[in-house]
């Protein structure tokens, strides 16, 4: 279940190098690669006289991609301009091109019907770029399908069990109170730990020596954008009532792009508004919480491999899972409009 309409992250913006990069994207060979005045372009990954894919290929004249196999050149708009040794250029001789939006040092792709394709409904990450944040991300390729990665998200009891060294204790699943209600877009999962030791990465980013009030704000927005407001004060300062002084305040960030059905792209990044200056701190959070997604990764990939064991559907749901069912019902009936206006216009 891939929705078409609507923008994913097809890569970071320093990805984008001398060299084009070929990336799958909901099942399509897409190839990225920039023009002579670094703007980003993103083609079909299939050179059509041979297909071979034309990422193996290399950028002439400033913004033609060539071919590596027998040097056909196509433009920005996927149409080729020139074929080695003949004049005439066949009206066939073409490629899909995508839209593409650079925005927060990601390199943005629409899939769908370019004539949708608005840059506004981008969704909101400006603490990538924004000075008064220090952030720090990477992409993990995942082998596992990319609505398990939303639901990890949306049900953080698993950090006492997966991440007790870095992000999680036993605060998280036992003790904490949990909120999950509709927004206009999407799901926000609210959970409060009131009086808690804690995590091991919070002390060290903190210096806490006591007990904390500690929240974790999960926004989701389909298809698979996941933004966390996570952070920590010492208990009794007034967090709950909306004053977060004397902690910790941090975002995570995650964008989840579907290669196939049982792989994904995972773009994320964590950012923080203390000290944003120092980079030694933001480089200190930004590998104690890879170390938590290398963690995640591990699980994603078991689950998978017993999905694709397993035809069966059957599982039990928990109290825990209620913000993940939240975002598949939105999901399954965007999928489901999608699907029917498609029909409609054919």
Same mark, same amino acid.
């Given at each position: 279940?891939?929705? /078409? @309409? ?12 001398? /060299? ?18 670094? !703007? ?33 050149? %196509? ?52 603490? #990538? ?15 596992? =399908? ?6 990890? #998200? ?12 870095? &992000?999680? @204790?036993?605060?998280?699943?036992? @003790? ?11 799901? #926000? ?18 210096? %806490?020596?006591? =007990? ?35 902690? &910790? @305040?941090?975002? =995570?960030? =995650? ?11 995972? %773009? ?8 944003? !200056? ?6 200190? &959070? %930004?590998?104690?919480? !890879? ?38 019902? &939105? #999901? ?15």
């Amino acid at each position: 279940m891939f929705l /078409k @309409n609507f923008w994913y992250v097809a890569a970071w913006d320093r990805e984008l190098a001398d /060299k084009p990069l070929g990336r799958t994207i909901l099942n399509e060979p897409v190839v990225l690669f920039r023009d002579a005045e670094g !703007k980003a372009i993103a083609l079909e990954d299939k050179c059509p006289h041979r297909r071979v894919p034309l990422s193996m290929g290399k950028v002439v004249e400033g913004s033609l991609l060539q071919c590596h196999y027998h040097g056909l050149r %196509f433009d920005r708009f996927g149409k080729c301009v020139r074929i080695p040794g003949q004049e005439s250029i066949p009206d066939a001789a073409k490629v899909k091109a995508y839209p593409v939006v650079e925005r927060y040092h990601w390199v943005w792709i629409w899939m769908g019907d370019p004539a949708l394709a608005d840059p506004a409904t981008i969704p909101d990450y400006h603490y #990538l770029d924004s000075p008064d944040w220090g952030a720090k991300g990477t992409y993990i390729h995942v082998k596992a =399908n990319w609505q398990l990665i939303v639901d990890n #998200l949306l049900d953080l009891t698993h950090l006492a069990f997966v991440h007790e060294s870095t &992000i999680g @204790n036993a605060a998280v699943a036992e @003790n904490a109170e949990v909120r999950v209600k509709r927004t206009p877009g999407g799901v #926000l999962v609210t959970r409060w730990m009131i009086d808690k030791p804690a995590p091991p990465t919070y002390v060290k980013a903190g210096g %806490f020596i006591g =007990n904390v009030d500690r929240w974790q704000f999960i926004d989701f927005l389909p298809p698979a954008f996941l933004r966390l407001s996570v952070g920590a004060t010492p208990t009794g300062t007034g967090a709950p009532e909306g004053k977060f002084v004397g902690g &910790i @305040n941090m975002r =995570n960030l =995650n964008a989840i792009t579907p290669e196939t059905e049982s792989t994904s792209h995972y %773009f994320w990044a964590q950012a923080h508004d203390f000290d944003v !200056k120092n980079e030694k701190l933001t480089d200190m &959070i %930004f590998e104690q919480v !890879k170390t938590a997604f290398l963690e995640d990764k591990e699980v994603f990939e078991a689950q998978q491999r017993v999905i694709d064991a397993d035809t069966s559907e059957s599982q039990v749901d928990i109290h825990a899972d209620a913000g993940g069912i939240q975002a598949r019902r &939105i #999901l399954s009936r965007l999928y489901s409009e999608e699907q029917a206006a498609r029909q409609a216009a054919e």
